[in-house]
């Protein structure tokens, strides 16, 4: 079943002609919308796991749902209905849907801006600039960063031949760890010199063995180091 206005909140924009009150209409769309970003955000989570930005973002999203049905509640405005958990899908790649958060998160902001000008209303205009602060100063940076990050992988892994969409594959807390550390030093590779060729072609799992075996290493001479010094 459809929500009454659904034609306002599919649209995002308020409509002076619709026998609603504006202030009805700004705090149904601005729910909507976060509705829409919970959805998005915990259908990533599902797929790829409880990885940063979303996993963090998609509690935020639904502190922003309590907050604005808070004001629904305050006000007397019914909550909008919720369709996305059966109608959201997702991007088949890691990165697209990091793109597709910035967009989404631009989109929120403009949305707030246009909002605010017809709330009369104190405390939701405050609650619109919390929301609207936090998409601005905290979201966007946050997936723009991720979109970031994960050109990086995709170049790093593409120069092994490996495809985008393998590029995320997990392969061990240390063996993550330090392929981030390969995706921000390959495009300084050339600093290295004669070890730049080597540090190309050198995978997360190699170089967590590499680790583990010096770890071993050095345990073992520390332990023969203090046996020495006791004889």
């Known amino acids: ?38 959805a998005f955000y915990g259908r990533v989570v599902e797929a790829f796991g409880p990885r ?12 922003h749902v309590e907050a604005l049905s808070r004001q629904c509640e305050r006000l007397g405005i019914p909550r909008p209905l919720d369709p996305f958990p059966q109608e959201t899908e997702i991007e088949p790649t ?22 605010l000008p017809h709330v009369g209303d104190p405390h939701v205009i405050s609650v619109m600039q919390s929301l609207q602060a936090a998409s601005l100063n905290d979201h966007l940076p946050a997936f723009q960063e991720a979109v970031a990050d994960a050109l990086a992988q995709e170049h790093y892994h593409a120069a092994q031949g490996i495809p985008p969409q393998q590029a995320y594959e997990h392969h061990g807390p240390l063996a993550d760890l330090l392929e981030k550390l390969l995706v921000q030093l390959s495009p300084h590779a050339g600093s ?33 180091s203090r046996r020495n010094q006791e004889n």
């Open 52 to 63: 940063p930005p979303f996993a963090n973002i998609v509690r935020a999203e639904q502190r």
């Open 1 to 38: 079943m459809p929500n009454y206005d659904e034609a306002i909140l599919r649209s995002r924009r308020l409509n002076p002609n619709a026998p609603f009150p504006l202030l009805h209409q700004a705090v149904r769309i601005a729910l909507y919308d976060e509705y829409a970003a919970r």
């Open 94 to 115: 890691w990165r697209a849907n990091c793109e597709r958060a910035v967009v989404g998160e631009i989109a929120n902001i403009r949305l707030y801006h246009d909002l």
């Open 192 to 224: 290295f010199g004669l070890f730049s060729p080597l540090l190309r072609r050198t995978t997360p799992a190699m170089l967590a063995g590499i680790a583990l075996g010096g770890a071993g290493v050095y345990l073992y001479r520390n332990r023969l």
